[in-house]
């Protein structure tokens, strides 16, 4: 803040000149990325299409409704398969990202190498979404409910493992001292010092995913991993656009179960 | 002598169990297995493909090595620039979008009615992944980047309203009122008493969303989308694994690169 004199008037600016040059500086080179951006976008548009959306989107929507309810009956093993999906693998993902946090912990971690091991296979697990994660997996283990088990699995390592090590690094290390006060071996300290602390952590992160994977589950089966989104892509293709919005609704309804769940199990557990 | 009774202290302890209502941990325990027992069953995991899939999977991964970075036809390193203004472009643009709901959706500047419109606006864009967003875009819209654009662009209206208008709810009401009193339109209020308070969590967040948007450039290239997942799915369907590889090792490079570059700018802004 600064008070400039004119003229026998005090005048209040935010920024002096300097700083409101600077400002507009970064201002101008931000937008002049956007606007690169936005050119090298539109260069790829066929704007035909673009033009006509408006009448596509009022076609497919008038074509959505109603939705076909009687499709939704079919749908009952499809949302099972999504639920044990996300279910199944958010456990695999838990039980291996446990100790993968605990050698990620810059507290825990028995040597350097390891922690940077453990910090890169958190990467990894992070960066490639599970839909890739999918499509690699449906290669190797065929299309079906394990792949995307699987592939939920590989995907929600990363996010766990870097949610429960942070919470690691945080810990109150005088319970850990006084623990290890009484003669406790390392294993003991880890059990008895470190592990009660974390474990609401643990808790509420698995469910958290949980919830995020229930949302995931739904859309692997557009590359055959299994779930409710293999019917999704076969309505899609057929155009059976009332059986599109019956999937749709059916999805709605499930997050929305989820989300439930998942709130009313924090609550219990933090 | 003998007939003094010894006081009694305990030598042995058990560690406190985590739930501590005995019928709700044995019903949650038995509830488990049950589920466990009902969703293995249904999964029909066929051990026979699985096995057969074992020598194929090897023969994937291997086929991996060494990773392809200088295809003939360019494409990684054009697919890769693609996403990256997709993501730029898309992040820009849902912020944009964002900030009117967001403000729209905090109960303490908004009317009932706009908050209950905003606050609908945001719920619907979160229960649809980007990739189900990305397949009606890529409907309407037609192949190419502009699809996943938009789609990127809704997805991130779920994310940065909901989290600027938590945000906007839990600010101080005291700077609000203090800069009403000075007579300040509402623009003034805004401009002054509540951004202050809001940005530097909002910048942390743009760089994160940023981050988001370009892991998801690369799964709705998968449906149509654009981007580097165009180039990753073409590579997969041709058997190029090499090229794929690549592909793989680059995004989860400007993974750690972004992760890396939003934590010291959310350091450097707070």
Redesign the interface.
């Known amino acids: 803040m600064v008070v400039q004199k004119k003229q026998d008037e005090l005048i209040w600016k935010k920024r002096t000149t300097r700083e409101q040059w600077i400002n507009w500086f970064y201002w101008l080179i931000g937008i002049s990325?956007?606007l690169?951006?936005?050119k090298?976008?539109?260069d790829?548009?066929?704007w035909f299409?673009?033009q006509d959306?408006p009448r596509?989107?009022a076609d497919?929507g008038s074509r959505m409704v109603p939705p076909k309810w009687s499709y939704s009956l079919e749908l009952i093993k499809p949302v099972?398969?999504t639920i044990?999906i996300a279910?199944?693998g958010t456990v695999i993902a838990m039980i291996i990202a446990v100790p993968v946090a605990f050698c990620a912990a810059r507290n825990t971690t028995p040597h350097s190498t390891v922690r940077i091991v453990a910090l890169f296979i958190i990467?990894?697990s992070?960066?490639?979404?599970s839909?890739?994660w999918a499509?690699?997996l449906v290669?190797?283990?065929?299309p079906?409910?394990?792949a995307g088990?699987v592939a939920i699995g590989l995907r929600s390592i990363g996010f766990c493992a870097k949610l429960i090590y942070e919470s690691i690094e945080e810990i109150d290390a005088n319970q850990v001292e006084a623990v290890k006060a009484t003669g406790a071996s390392n294993l003991q300290q880890m059990?008895?010092g470190i592990i009660?602390q974390v474990?609401p952590t643990i808790?509420g992160v698995g469910i958290y995913r949980w919830d995020i994977n229930i949302?995931?589950s739904?859309?692997l089966g557009?590359?055959g991993a299994g779930g409710i989104g293999l019917q999704?892509n076969g309505s899609?293709n057929t155009l059976a656009w009332t059986q599109v919005s019956t999937i749709?609704l059916v999805?709605?309804a499930t997050?929305?179960v989820s989300e439930w769940v998942s709130a009313k199990v924090r609550g219990a557990i933090i | 002598m003998n007939n003094v009774s010894k006081t009694l202290y305990p030598n042995n302890w058990k560690?406190p169990p985590?739930i501590k209502r005995s019928w709700l941990r044995w019903s949650i325990i038995i509830g488990s297995i049950l589920?466990?027992i009902a969703?293995?069953s249904?999964?029909?995991?066929?051990i026979q493909?699985?096995l057969?899939?074992?020598p194929?999977?090897q023969r994937?991964i291997e086929s991996f090595f060494p990773p392809n970075f200088s295809d003939n036809r360019g494409v990684v390193w054009e697919g890769i620039?693609?996403s990256i203004?997709?993501a730029?472009?898309s992040t820009?643009a849902g912020i944009a979008l964002s900030i009117p709901i967001g403000l729209g959706a905090a109960r303490n500047l908004a009317p009932l009615w706009v908050y209950m419109t905003c606050r609908f606006i945001i719920a619907a864009s979160r229960?649809?992944?980007e990739?189900?967003l990305a397949?009606?875009a890529v409907?309407?819209?037609?192949f190419?980047?502009?699809a996943g654009?938009i789609a990127l662009s809704l997805g991130t209206i779920g994310f940065f309203a909901k989290l600027l208008a938590e945000d906007i709810e839990n600010s101080s009401p005291a700077q609000a009122e203090a800069v009403k009193a000075t007579g300040a339109n509402w623009f003034q209020w805004i401009n002054y008493a509540i951004q202050p308070q809001v940005m530097p969590r909002m910048i942390g967040l743009s760089v994160y969303r940023l981050d988001i948007n370009f892991?998801?450039s690369?799964?709705v290239g998968?449906?149509g989308g654009?981007g580097i997942g165009a180039t990753?799915?073409t590579a997969?369907s041709r058997y190029e694994f090499d090229t794929a590889a690549a592909i793989?090792l680059v995004?989860?490079g400007i993974?750690?690169v972004l992760?890396y570059a939003s934590s010291h700018l959310r350091k450097w802004v707070q």
């Open positions: 990325i956007v690169f951006a936005w090298i976008i539109s790829k548009t066929v299409f673009v959306a596509q989107a497919i099972w398969d044990n279910t199944l990467v990894a992070r960066s490639v979404n839909l890739i499509l690699m290669f190797i283990l065929g079906g409910v394990l088990t059990i008895y009660p474990l808790a949302r995931e739904t859309i557009l590359v999704l899609i749709l999805i709605l997050v929305f | 560690k985590f589920y466990l969703a293995l249904s999964m029909d995991i066929n493909r699985v057969e899939g074992i194929r999977g994937f620039l693609e203004w997709m730029i472009i820009v229960t649809f992944p990739i189900i397949i009606f409907k309407l819209f037609g190419g980047p502009f654009f892991r998801e690369a799964v998968i449906v654009g990753l799915n997969f793989l995004i989860i993974v750690m992760e």
